[in-house]
């Protein structure tokens, strides 16, 4: 019963893994079609927040595969 809990825990972490690296695949395309759209002379302040996120989500992702 042990081994199918812990069975049953890595499919669902992994599930939420997937999850969170389509995640973060989405947020760097946005990333990259803002920085895309920007010029040297105007850089939107949202592309630092969104890089932000990006680091947060990517520092979670790691510490999942970590944990698997």
Known sequence: DL???TIEGLGAS???LQKEVTELADMSA???EE???ANED????SAVKKAEEIEKLAKKI??????L
């Open 30 to 32: 946005v990333l990259q």
């Open 42 to 45: 105007v850089f939107p302040l």
């Open 62 to 67: 790691q510490g999942r595969i970590k944990n």
């Open 14 to 16: 992994f599930e939420q």
């Open 3 to 5: 081994l199918l809990l």
């Open 35 to 37: 920085i895309n759209q």
